[in-house]
């Protein structure tokens, strides 16, 4: 019998009953589930509600049912719908009334906004740790390839010359900023609706600050209306969740690009690649393949919350029942996705003399050729027209800028010396950005101290 039955005639249809179920998938939030009502009853039992005998019976039951989950013990039925009527089912069955007056002064509405939100708050600590083991299997790499040129791109042209350790070092700070994102969602998250009741409080005298301390929320939330209805928290997390799978795509594209033939830059450990089923000589890089696969799924899952929300009137609406697969399955994926992408770019083989040869090709020191003639005294805008002609020249001719003598040099331009060859020389070119957030050993040491005492900082 269901424990609404009262006003209903009839037996749920079998079909609705499956349907209308969420159990399945909400059982995720038994611990919440437990740890929510054990407050609840104690502040019952504090502002008089219910009888310390009671509370002393739904406490000792409450635990006895956690224990038993935990150990595999319990089979939850869909005739209890989901996780909360199950767990208040299975605690009459075992203490009697005193079960049935758990549920006084609060409703399902404010009891699963008070679960998932404390799910949701659980699991972010456990996400920042990941992303900052990654931050720091990129820093440990970066400190190898300091001097390790590479070209930097724009429009996947080579544009000017950087360290390996510098676009590891992107992605790190890029990392820095999904771990804040998400250390602000669970500070904004963090106050408590139990005690909404089902829309608009409750009569009883309760405690709201009581519950909200007790299970570590730094208020209650002011509107019960807003209590029970807002979904935004997990939609800010899905959102953090997707900008994080962003920033892993890209770096995943990249990576896919650097282990083709055509780059060459970086070799995937055989630990991290697989074959094919047909062709012997292919190793892929599915790895990171599918952290850019999953990026569609986890965008899904925002799209399909926010769309669910968008047109529901307050309060609560069963549509809300569909806010929790959604974040589950962002959570799931995420945490798979990094573990095993940390584990990929500790693992890889990069292959500097390669990524020195693409620097070689592609005039990646024309700006540093054009900044030459500037320092001479020549306008910049007309020492970049100089240059541009010096490579329409080399390109013609096929040769590097490096490799033209200097009557040629000074057939652009008079004020070209013998000098021009130590300023064209890349490792020089790199070297001397040392602008403030540059590419130069100084600078990308710099980032990576920065990013290792983010990474002590910010575990919590
Ligand atoms: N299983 C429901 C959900 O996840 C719990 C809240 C049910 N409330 C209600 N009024 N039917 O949303």
Avoid at 358 to 373: E, M, P, R, S, V
Avoid at 409 to 429: H, K, R, T
Wanted: net charge negative; charged share 25%.
């Amino acid at each position: 019998m269901k424990l609404w039955s009262g006003r209903f005639g009839k037996e749920t249809d079998t079909l609705v009953n499956d349907f209308n179920a969420s159990i399945q998938f909400d059982q995720r939030l038994y611990k919440e589930d437990i740890t929510g009502s054990l407050a609840h009853a104690k502040m019952l039992g504090d502002c008089g509600v219910i009888s310390q005998e009671d509370v002393a019976a739904i406490t000792a039951g409450l635990k006895g049912i956690l224990k038993d989950i935990e150990d595999g013990k319990i089979e939850f039925s869909a005739d209890n719908e989901d996780i909360h009527m199950n767990v208040e089912s299975l605690l009459t069955a075992r203490i009697g009334d005193a079960g049935k007056r758990l549920h006084t002064a609060r409703s399902r509405n404010d009891q699963v906004a008070l679960d998932f939100r404390m799910y949701v708050r659980r699991e972010i600590p456990e996400i920042i740790g990941q992303i900052l083991d990654l931050q720091a299997a990129l820093a440990k790499q970066a400190e190898k390839y300091q001097t390790a040129v590479m070209p930097g791109y724009t429009h996947l042209q080579r544009a000017q010359p950087i360290s390996f350790a510098q676009h590891l070092l992107a992605y790190a700070a890029m990392l820095s900023r999904d771990v804040t994102r998400l250390e602000d969602c669970k500070k904004r998250m963090n106050e408590c609706p139990l005690g909404s009741g089902a829309l608009a409080g409750t009569t009883y005298p309760i405690d709201r600050w009581e519950t909200a301390k007790a299970l570590n929320f730094d208020c209650p939330m002011g509107n019960s209306l807003d209590g029970v209805s807002d979904r935004d928290y997990a939609l800010e997390f899905l959102s953090d969740m997707s900008v994080l799978m962003m920033h892993l795509s890209r770096f995943a594209e990249e990576v896919i690009l650097w282990c083709s033939w055509e780059f060459k830059f970086i070799e995937l450990d055989d630990a991290y690649s697989t074959g094919s089923s047909i062709m012997p000589q292919k190793k892929n890089p599915d790895v990171a393949e599918l952290v850019r696969g999953k990026t569609g799924r986890v965008y899904g899952d925002l799209m399909g919350l926010l769309t669910t929300m968008k047109g529901l009137p307050l309060a609560y609406n069963k549509d809300m029942q569909e806010d929790k697969e959604p974040v589950f399955d962002a959570i799931d994926t995420v945490k798979m996705c990094l573990p095993v992408f940390t584990g990929q770019i500790s693992t890889m083989t990069v292959l500097t003399d390669n990524m020195r040869r693409a620097a070689g090709h592609g005039f990646i020191n024309a700006t540093d050729c054009a900044d030459y003639l500037t320092k001479k005294g020549m306008p910049f805008r007309d020492a970049y027209t100089a240059v541009g002609h010096l490579v329409a020249y080399c390109s013609e001719n096929g040769k590097t800028l490096e490799e033209l003598t200097l009557p040629e040099f000074q057939n652009a331009s008079p004020l070209f010396n013998g000098d021009v060859y130590e300023a064209l020389n890349l490792e020089a070119c790199m070297g001397q950005r040392k602008s403030y957030g540059g590419p130069a050993v100084c600078e990308t040491s710099r980032q990576i101290q920065a990013v290792e005492a983010f990474v002590a900082a910010h575990r919590m």
